[in-house]
């Protein structure tokens, strides 16, 4: 576990900037604030910071030993069980904040990811209700395991966890708010986009995003954050990608993704590691081959890739896919029990076009796009 100095304000601030700017929770409002139990002290500023806002937060523990058990012992019927007490209490929940404190992230390695794959059709309807009715906010505790996985001391990924999350300002707040203005000036310079091209050495992607809602994160899920991203057209999905970066999902790791798609689905796929996995996941329903969610990263505080997909997912410069669920605020259509965020590298003679304009070179904004950025809020 990673021991913060007595008194570093930063521990608070974090836990003000999830709880007043990311969900805004409210007095009267019951939070669920969940994790393992490395991330004991960020769970209980969450606690406390609840309680100052007059909410009624509960602490709920959790071991990650505890999902190998289920998926290497848990028969049929206990795979496809959906407790009917986890839906009433997500039902009544208003706020959740997850801390991720994993201390062995490969807890999963050796599961049967047929397994993996049926635990997460049958809770599909629970995840909707927790999408749709509950305000929702994950973040990311140093741990040895994730120090290890991105090959840092504990407290140089601390460090990388406190730039990325603006929190060794006296205002992240404020901070956090101009980045949101910013990327709301972005999102409306492109609205009417009718496709966006990724080009790289490995990439010849074109997605159809015409209908569709370009939205920006700035917190309200992820902390830290900052990505652009939207939901392509089911059908409207054509080319190669082999991605730069491995793929990381439920405890299991896949290098050298290469997919091809045409008319918005995956016709083939291959990996150079893993491709077991890749092909189970593929295979849970219909909507896991096709892509749910194109983002760019905007969080140029996340230098290195850590293995750890929230932080990566916003490293300035990158772009992401996730092959099944789309998010319903991009006005995407396509449904699975999947989300899996792949992230893929623009940094080194990388573009990315909206239309036929060339807005991200090299991993940085370029003409307009760049005009729009860097502008005094």
């Not at 939070?31 to 602490?59: D, H, N, Q």
């Not at 959740?96 to 309807?125: F, I, M, Y």
């Not at 370029?366 to 729009?372: S, W």
Request: glycine share 8%.
């Amino acid at each position: 576990m990673f021991n913060f100095y007595d008194g570093d304000p930063r521990l608070q601030r974090w836990a003000e900037v999830i709880v007043d700017f990311c969900t805004h929770v409210h007095p009267g409002e019951h939070v669920e604030i969940s994790g393992e139990i490395s991330g004991r002290p960020l769970m209980l500023a969450l606690y406390r910071r609840c309680i100052e806002k007059g909410a009624y937060p509960f602490i709920r523990p959790a071991f990650g030993e505890a999902a190998e058990i289920f998926y290497q012992s848990a028969s049929d019927d206990q795979l496809d069980y959906v407790s009917p007490m986890t839906v009433f209490e997500a039902e009544n929940t208003h706020v959740s904040l997850h801390v991720l404190a994993e201390t062995n992230t490969r807890n999963l390695a050796r599961v049967d990811p047929g397994r993996v794959a049926r635990v997460r059709k049958a809770r599909q309807h629970l995840s909707q209700i927790r999408k749709e009715r509950v305000r929702w906010n994950i973040t990311s505790f140093p741990t040895h395991a994730y120090a290890q996985d991105a090959g840092m001391s504990i407290r140089d990924l601390a460090e990388l966890i406190f730039s990325a999350g603006f929190l060794n300002s006296d205002q992240p707040l404020k901070q956090w708010q101009h980045l949101r203005d910013r990327q709301r000036k972005m999102t409306a310079l492109l609205e009417g986009t009718r496709a966006f091209r990724i080009e790289t050495a490995d990439c010849d992607l074109t997605l159809g995003v015409d209908g569709r809602r370009i939205c920006e994160s700035s917190g309200a899920v992820n902390m830290p954050d900052g990505e652009i991203y939207t939901g392509p057209v089911e059908t409207d999905v054509n080319g190669r990608i082999r991605f730069s970066f491995p793929g990381y999902y439920m405890g299991q790791v896949v290098e050298g993704i290469d997919l091809e798609f045409r008319s918005g689905k995956v016709v083939k796929a291959s990996a150079s590691s893993n491709e077991r996995f890749l092909m189970e996941m593929l295979d849970t329903d219909e909507g896991a081959r096709r892509i749910g969610e194109l983002g760019i990263g905007t969080n140029w505080g996340v230098t290195q890739f850590t293995k750890n997909l929230l932080f990566d997912e916003k490293m300035g410069g990158t772009i992401h896919l996730a092959l099944g669920d789309a998010y319903r605020e991009t006005l995407g259509e396509n449904r699975s029990a999947i989300h899996w965020d792949i992230l893929h590298d623009l940094r080194s003679g990388g573009r990315l076009y909206a239309d036929n304009t060339v807005m991200m070179e090299n991993g940085r904004f370029i003409g307009r796009f760049a005009d729009v950025w860097e502008q005094e809020i």
